[in-house]
């Protein structure tokens, strides 16, 4: 088969990396001296208002590193000052300036990943006065003046509850960029959306390049879209003052790891990291840049545990896998208080005999190159005295292509083994253009509204195909041994198909402090798609946060709205292939075999079978949800949160066989099998979510133990999953397939004496559903779906999920390089020089976590295991900083 964009053939990526490696360390000293003089801050009025004072805001964390971007709402509390509020943004030596008139002013200080602070100043005539504002990191804003002022508590909006993540903390998270997408998922909850630096996807930066991980629960403001969706902020690190480098290592190796799940032998596998990641000026106090380059090889060991083949079966089977990432971020102050960002990724990933494993055999494997590039701008600052501006553009273009080891016909016989061809052809290419604005209207300290726009235009163009050879299907191996297959299905036609989609959403949000204490929030959000004609999506939200004053360490938080779904691209380009001119399934019932025209009930010319969108016009998902969470603060070190919620979602996607046989008879007899996707489907789901977090007061220890019960039910396991029987649609409702009721997890960081450093983090889950099948067509609607008489989906349940991780990292103290300044922060920090050692152990207690179950009734592994997560792995690696 032709692959449709099918990257060439590629040089090994270790010999790439190490050149590019040695020409940008040659270059970094260079770049480093182009310095020059710090720019001058402008201010207000300088020559005609003789008499005003000088202020300089400098915003710092809490380890005395300056905050580039920090947000300043300035205003004078007794007398208007010359005009209102005035909004400024810390330039990339984290300082805000201007000229204002003799008198006392208030500053409210915020930056996304930290708790606001409020510093009070007084400015006199003709004299400088400076206000350093230091930001702390969940918990308590801490507040800095010129003039002394009591410590209170801000609520830093009216939106959820947060958890930000301690610099030391994100330290102690995992080097390889996979797992440690994995580790922030797992502290933020299972289908989180991460965002950096305000974009989502694409790879994860460095976690020594993360300034902030700000996890926010709950979301109910109208520039999130997401019902309950956990959202993670990440933002990064600006290039400081000096260049610094860090080079780390890592290699797992399988003959330490223990043997796996349904293994008799010890598998030979292992996977080996190199990655290098560098910041540093270009010009010294304006401009700066951020990057890394990171190269991954290895083969893993799946176990094969498939029984009745006609061949014998190895209990192990190696995939291969090696990617090379490259990133580059560059940070520039255009002035005072506007800040431009520059980001480029590419990566370039290849898997070799992949989808081999459980009940696949070794010929189904297939290999899969992947190539993609994205460019990203950001802009923020500010227009005016009251308007905070962020612009975002993004570009993506991902490029695919699949290639199958063998062509042969297949057979399937469920949950007892699949041989033949992997069947998988062609290729893709997807190109995204993503702009938004955001805009804070900020009149008023206590008064913010923030409006703006998203939009994404994209393109597909693909060639992807599968099954175009055949495959038989057997209901039972009796049956695969007798020769006698139940159906023989088969691609046929052209699958080349081209089509674009654009997606707008506009929303506004007013939230105002009513009261001391007391936050409200009220907004909607419009969504329009092009692959939809319904333009009527308006989605209203409100929230509040209200932190009573008798009791100023608890917080209610309260959330009620509407939130739409976006029609996912994939449906839509099956229903363009399988119209019945690109693509077209062609299914024969009672095949012969081999030859599956030689069966009694086959047709010389069978019909075929398509997909096609419902006839009447289909609506865009949407969901009501409401929640209310508490949090309260025992101090700086403890607190708890409780959220309770529950949520309605209508008009979801599911499939139906339109053309579902009536007396053994098609209704439509040009065709067999109609698949037509409608906007009918329904959701619920309720629950609770509580957490309680612990810090020593000296930070060198913290954990966050979190448990979650839920129940969630639903009429589909997917938009063109197709029902037991398409006669009977009110039968399909039940537990969702991810309806796991309770799930604990933890997360502990400990620093130890001689420079250890120890984190554990763990899992603990109840069994998911699955669903009971016969493994026989009983009626007749060429679909293999059909549930015993009586029984409803996701009736049985698997086994509980248990899983500890270790990671153990050790810094030698005499290592390190002593102290030195940045030029940027007065006094001294420690230097960047050392080396790290560090061990990782996964499911450190070898638990066999089964996760998925053979529901089919002729299998003969029927309400067995059949799949598990892998078993106790061990990761060592080093870390040295420059």
Known sequence: MRRLDSPQRRQPHTLRAALILLASLAFAPAIGRATTQPPQHPTSDQDTREASGHLIVIVKDGQ??????????????????????????????????????????????ELPGFEPATVEASVRPSETAEAVATLSIGGYAEQVAVRAQPETFVPPTADGQVETLSPKEIEQLPDDLDELALAIEALAGVGAEIRVNGFEGGALPPKNQIQVVRIRKDPFSTDSMGAGQVRVEIITRPGGSTWTH??????????????????????????????????????????????????????????????????????????EHSRFDAELRVEHAINATQTLRGEYQRWDSRGDNLGVGEFELPERAFSDDSIGDIARISAIGTIGRHLLNEVRLEYVDIRNSVDSVSNAVGINVPNAFRSGGAQRAGGRRDQEIEIAQTVDLISHPKHKVRFGFETELGWTRTDRIDNYVGVFTFSSLADYEAGTPQQFSRRTGNPLVTYDRQEFSWFAYDEVEMREGLRFGFGFRHDIQSLLDDANNIAPRASLSWTPKERPKTTVTAGVGLFNEWYQPWVYEQSLQLDGTHLRDVIIRDPGYPNPLDGQGAEALPPPSIIRESAADLDMTYTARASVGVEHRFSQQLRVQLNVYGQSAQDRLRSLNANAPVAGVFPDPEFERITEIESTGRARSAGFDSSVRLARQDGKASGLVRYQYAQAWNDSDGPTTLPADSRDLDAEWGPASWDVRHRVFGFVRMELPMGLRANAWGDLASGAPYTVRTGLDDNSDTVFTDRPEGLGRNTERGTWQRTLNLRLGWRPELLDGGSASDGATPGP??????????????????????????????????????????????????????
């Open 64 to 109: 005395g590193g300056r905050l580039p971007g920090a947000t300043v709402v300035f205003s004078s509390p007794g007398a208007d000052a010359g005009g209102g509020p005035r909004v400024l943004v810390t330039d990339a030596s984290g300082e805000a300036t201007l000229d204002v008139p003799p008198g006392d002013y208030r500053l409210v200080v």
């Open 246 to 319: 860090e080079v780390s290592a890592g290699l797992r190796d399988q003959s330490l790891d223990a043997r796996p799940p349904f293994s008799q032998v010890h598998p030979d596998g292992r996977t080996r990291r190199l990655n290098w990641s560098f910041s540093g000026p270009i010009v010294r106090q304006r401009s700066s840049m951020s990057g890394r380059l990171s190269v991954r090889d290895g083969y893993d060991a799946q176990p094969i545990i498939a029984t009745g083949a006609p061949t014998e079966v190895p209990s192990l089977a190696n995939t």
């Open 829 to 882: 920090k420690p230097s960047p020089r050392g080396v790290e050692f560090y061990a990782q152990a996964w499911n450190i207690l070898n638990e066999t976590n089964f996760s998925r179950y053979a529901g089919v009734m002729t299998s003969p592994y029927f309400l067995q295991p059949t799949a598990a997560a892998p078993a106790r792995r061990f990761d060592f690696g080093t870390r040295v900083f420059f």
